[in-house]
């Protein structure tokens, strides 16, 4: 492997650039919710990335849960869940480089069972299978571009996503 | 970098493909449990991909928590904690990727302290370190092919799996 | 794909090295905290691998929780978090190998824009965006060379990390 470029800062120990902290909030209480929804996709095409984040503040919603955590999940092992940005040209630089590192129709094991997605599980190690993301005040507890993308990597056919919100 | 194939959906805004939601549970409790184990492992190998599903439902049951969370976590820095599915041609798949996105021997920074494990740490990002499950109604809250594996990239020593569940 | 070297174990069923569980810990309270803070950075340099493990430490500390998780999110889809071990030579191997995988300079279509970022959406893939870790008797339950590090991908401006404990 060559050289990284100049402009990197690594540092072992403490970290250069810290600022300050601020607490947001603090909540102790004895009742506690658990509210669990799947969520069901039927995407037509073969390969997607689907913007949930709407999907997931209405279970937000349903559930009750003001501060606490939500657990997204895709049920298979053919899809993932991510967080990132929702820009046009990015979702197309995210769909090639997923593409050209797990790529589809390379001589897997896999498909000796008779499957042709040995790709979509690969893909599925890029984007991580499932997340976790922070319920503060009533709200996903997310900065400005952070938006929930389903990935889907073996379309056409019914799927699930798993969401389920814990906290009080 | 190439084109990205034609069937690729990429929906910035709303998920196309949603079909409908079912709720599954919802429980409000107060007592609250939260349960941890280190589980041992000494693989044979310096690799392996191995099936902990079971493993991880028996520190369920032990731990008598019904709705909640499971966290499975790798407790060193050269192994990973991923979910995907065991069918044994996809293993050899997921072992080739792994290796030739992060392969062994290279000339890494690292062995300079004397150790020849700087591709494990990789392979770690590529599985991820952690996960999170789901526990819903006594059981984890998977789809059909779901299965919990530990990836040991540096072997033949003792190393822990640390699994917490919490919930009701 | 080339084979996999010889020194791979792969077990679709029961896992091989399974030694012994060791129970650490089993808590049942009814009352609740969660806290949550951000923690703002200001990095001086474009990239950056930086140890916050003692920032995190200090948020468990304000947030009184002896027993749960800790969950560690950047707020910004250019950076990531991820736990692996502080050895400064590995930080190089780390930061080369994520550049080589998800490299600047490219024609990322996210780049008409006019933003020069697109690698760093990339980048955020290899690391996650964000980790779970467990909090066990007042402290990060965590192997001896587990750190947590926060990745920074586009900096020179301010950006916030989010920490939420959740436990007893």
Redesign the interface.
């Known amino acids: ?5 100049d ?46 984040t ?2 997931v503040e ?2 937000l919603k ?2 009750g849960v003001t ?3 939500a ?1 997204v ?5 053919t899809a993932g869940i ?16 997923i ?4 790529p ?1 129709g ?8 008779g499957e042709d997605n ?1 790709d979509a ?2 893909k ?11 319920i ?1 005040q009533g709200r996903l ?3 400005t ?2 938006q929930i993308f ?1 990935a ?1 990597f073996d ?1 056409k056919r ?1 799927k ?1 996503v ?1 969401v ?1 919100t ?3």
Request: glycine share 6%; hydrophobic share 40%.
């Open positions: 492997m060559g050289l990284i470029p402009d990197w800062l690594l540092e072992p120990h403490r970290s250069a650039g810290f600022l300050k902290h601020e607490v947001i909030a603090h909540v102790e209480k004895a009742s506690h919710i658990h509210h669990t929804e799947h969520l069901f996709f039927k995407v037509p095409s073969r390969y997607a990335l689907l913007n949930i709407d999907r209405e279970v349903r559930s501060d606490g955590l657990f999940s895709a049920m298979h092992i991510y967080v990132n940005d929702a820009e046009s040209g990015l979702l197309h630089d995210i769909a090639r480089w593409e050209n590192l797990a589809f390379e001589d897997y094991q896999h498909h000796q069972t040995g599980h690969l599925s190690f890029l984007t991580n299978h499932s997340l976790t993301a922070p503060t507890d997310f900065g571009w952070q389903y889907e379309g019914e699930r798993l389920k814990l906290g009080v």
